[in-house]
């Protein structure tokens, strides 16, 4: 077992790293703009960390050695198989933590200022098939009703302009910029973009604020945010969802629906039709290229696919009609 001499009893030990992690979620929240559900996950990390660490006898923050970290993980993956994902939150969070601890000079030493970042394996977004698409839009659109001219908007948003599902539901009504043909996203980070957005997108986003949202909204108690829910509140994460999954049972689709396969779709659509991938990152929000490129490997795997297929020397001899 890990072992260190602590400095203090482990009451008084246990409200310093309550009060340290404390501190440290403050500063993630203003000072990294992390949002609620990723504050959520920091501190579940943290606080994890904190009991295996008093389980060592590692008390005392300065105790901790870059030594203690990586045998933290070791552990966490052999015993709990912890995934490459989770292992990666988890090792950026306490670079986050210890890198805040010295800096504000409680801590001698940094031990995660070198911690290295598990990799995570790279996998292919997917994407919709274009028909699979045109029968759930041909269903959204066959809806009339308030909340059917909503699911078609909610649609061709998610589809037209490639938003997350946060991004979404916190679109405000001034976002909307109608004139000059955008909205106005808040992305990760409280990072400000403008994402062109089309004639259909815009028609179901005119028709729902026309015919559909004045009949959701409630006038005793008017909300923001352009997507509202029969209560005139507004949308959640899950009722996107929910919506989704909803519409494509209609469609008499036996597949996944979920609102990031939209924006893959809107990605991967937009790299096939020869789209400049700066203006695709862009438009994702993506803070860095080699995230947009991820939806050229999938133009490469469709174009091998194709390739392998219909290439007459990727054939027996047998295919070939002759000559």
Known sequence: MLNSEPSFSSNSSENLWAKEIEA??????????HAEKTQINDLTHLRHFQNWAHKQGLLDLSSIRESHLYAYFDEQKRQRRWSPSTLKMAAIVLRHFFSFLHDETLIPHNPAEHLAIPKIPQRLPASLPTDFLERIFLVAAADKTPLGLRNLAILEVLYGCGLRVTELITLLIENYLPAEGFLRVIGKGNKERLVPIGARAAEALENYFREARPRLARPARPVPEIFLNEHGAPLTRERIRQILRELLKKAGIRAKLYPHLLRHTFATHLVRRGADLRAIQ?????????????YTHVEIERLKSVHNLYHPRQRSFGAFDGG
Not at 24 to 33: F, I, N, T
Not at 286 to 293: D, R, V
């Open 24 to 33: 440290c979620m403050a500063w993630l929240a203003v000072e990294k703009s």
């Open 282 to 294: 862009e438009m994702l929000g993506h803070a860095s290229i080699t995230t947009t490129q991820i």
